[in-house]
């Protein structure tokens, strides 16, 4: 395998998808033949299935191909970029092979480079498909099958702007001022209704119009997904359950920050609503030790277990062998990258965890002796190639700290076309569970959230021997206390991106012991500046609603590097 350097692209050029790229694909008039109708409803179920495809295919931003990236993977690239602006997934070893390094050491995050233009170019690459699928149908004409997809598709556009909002909503930090004129702005809006005049000026929405619009496509994807089937691999109706917790509990952070703005207690309380529904009526069970540690279906196949919302799938015609998740974060998987750069949890983190709690085996212990107690993917001969490496494939021997979360699919370690095509977790159940606990601790009731904590950890620490009373007395004792058991339980699968920033957590990876690769050795206290993701350059070049003075500012550079001290 050839060694990677560390490098920059420039996006000096335009990128191939901005905002202003719209295409009009809906009929002409109000009357269709049957032949139309049935034409039109093939078109569709293509159109929307080619949403969850686009988001997973090696390659589904085009940089791939462009600039040569492999981090080029869709949604999962995207949640391991926000992973290494944290500080929990650590890379000991052969950081030039870590494609996600510009991130991890915050380089050249600024307008011109494809480090902060894969979230907007992917992004809105999906929402163009959202937005394709709802322009063909007539609510009041359409068919049940047509109905489906366009409730399906709003869901799919609400996860993007929920996301798109939570990446691109400048929160304040220390290290890098927000002037007031990009406080409460978010993302332009294009809908199935922007025409290509419109997105030539079209403005970054304030942060309250665009949680309204991702509730309004919610509640329109409510109404006609209630009493739906439910699959996991679309977002079906308990999956806009879970985003309605999401936004909502975003929501209540904002307008504790913007008085005014909103009743931050009423957004909490309906966080919490939503996440205590699908608690008790979605029919869901928390990740059990057998599920969370088996070699072959760890947090790759949402069908093995009862917990997951939603996933999506990946299927070998549109997976490489180096451009998919499963690559960069399974250290099983013989031909990824993971392996090279070990990929591990921060050993401070490590040892803050429970020997009570099963969840701590999803890394190897630095006690060599117990390496053999682990269960591994593969045959016994695939176990030894993996603690002892393998030279004559260039895999080098475990190490501390590494990561055993994400296996790969099927439990196959040495053939990609089967063990890289892993499903690809986007909502579980144990988020809601957190979402409650979190909301009722933010409206005061520290009481509750500390007995919902505890009775949460009686599933991790399973004699239930833990107790977090003692040890938060206070809100802020108790959301580092949340935060430190939420961050073991999400390490890795991009859902703690949001919570840092919503929460104004630091990240600390230089410290006496680290194990943290010393060029990413980067600590903030408080909110890091690259968590406030700049617009692109590609966007300026075909909107003019979008200028410097309305764009975050760039925050390269801007974390301290520990000196070693």
Not at 183 to 195: D, G, M, R, S, Y
Not at 412 to 441: L, Q
């Amino acid at each position: 395998m050839k060694k990677l350097l560390f490098k920059s692209i420039s996006i000096l050029a335009a990128v191939s998808l901005t905002t202003s790229c719209i295409e009009e694909t809906f009929p002409e008039g109000s009357t269709l033949t049957s032949e139309q109708v049935q034409a039109t409803e093939g078109a569709l179920q293509n159109m929307l299935n080619a949403i969850p495809v686009s988001m997973m295919s090696s390659g589904a931003v085009g940089y791939a191909g462009k600039y040569g990236t492999h981090s080029d993977f869709g949604i999962g690239a995207m949640h391991l970029m926000t992973e290494f602006m944290l500080e929990d997934m650590a890379t000991p070893s052969n950081p030039g092979y870590n494609w996600f390094g510009q991130q991890a050491m915050n380089q050249h995050m600024g307008r011109d480079y494809i480090y902060c233009g894969y979230f907007w170019d992917g992004y809105y690459q999906w929402i163009k498909g959202a937005n394709d699928v709802i322009a063909l149908v007539n609510e009041e004409t359409a068919s049940a099958s047509e109905l489906f997809a366009l409730g399906t598709a709003k869901a799919y556009r609400a996860n993007f702007y929920l996301d798109l909002a939570r990446l691109y909503l400048p929160r304040e930090n220390d290290l890098l001022p927000i002037s007031d004129a990009i406080k409460e702005l978010t993302v332009p809006l294009v809908t199935e209704a922007t025409t290509e005049e419109d997105s030539k000026f079209n403005k970054r929405l304030p942060f309250d119009e665009m949680y309204s619009f991702i509730l309004k496509d919610l509640g329109d994807a409510e109404k006609i997904l209630k009493g739906q089937a439910q699959v996991y691999t679309t977002p079906g109706i308990n999956a806009v359950y879970g985003l309605m917790a999401r936004t909502y509990l975003e929501l209540g952070s904002l307008y504790a920050e913007f008085p005014g703005k909103g009743d931050s207690n009423e957004a909490y309380k309906k966080a919490a609503e939503y996440a205590r529904m699908l608690i008790d009526e979605g029919g869901y069970s928390v990740l059990t030790q057998t599920q969370w540690e088996d070699p072959s279906n760890g947090f790759n196949n949402g069908a093995a277990n009862n917990s997951w919302i939603w996933g999506l799938p990946l299927a070998s015609e549109v997976a490489g062998n180096l451009l998919t998740f499963i690559a960069h974060a399974s250290t099983e998987a013989t031909w990824g990258y993971a392996p090279l750069t070990h990929v591990a949890i921060n050993r401070s983190l490590y040892h803050l965890i429970s020997d009570k709690d099963f969840r701590k085996h999803s890394w190897l212990d630095p006690e060599m002796e117990n390496y053999y107690a682990y269960k591994f993917a593969g045959s016994a001969a695939d176990k030894q190639a993996f603690l002892n490496g393998d030279p004559s494939i260039g895999l080098p021997p475990a190490i501390s700290y590494q990561s055993l979360k994400f296996r790969p699919a099927q439990g196959e370690v040495t053939d990609y076309k089967v063990g890289g095509c892993a499903d690809h977790v986007m909502m579980r159940i144990e988020e809601m569970y957190f979402i409650e606990i979190e909301a009722y601790a933010q409206m005061g009731n520290l009481p509750k959230a500390r007995t919902l904590l505890n009775d949460f950890m009686k599933t991790r620490i399973l004699d239930g021997s833990y107790d977090c009373t003692a040890k938060t007395g206070d809100l802020e004792k108790f959301i580092s206390e949340m935060m430190f058991q939420k961050r073991v339980e999400f390490w890795g699968e991009g859902i703690l991106f949001y919570d840092y920033k919503r929460l104004g957590k630091g990240i600390l990876r230089g410290y006496s012991g680290t194990n943290e690769a010393a060029v990413y050795a980067f600590n903030s206290d408080g909110r890091s500046p690259q968590w406030n993701i700049v617009v692109t350059n590609g966007e300026f070049q075909y909107n003019a609603g979008i200028d410097s003075s309305t764009n975050n500012p760039d925050p390269s550079g801007k974390l301290v590097l520990w000196n070693g001290q």
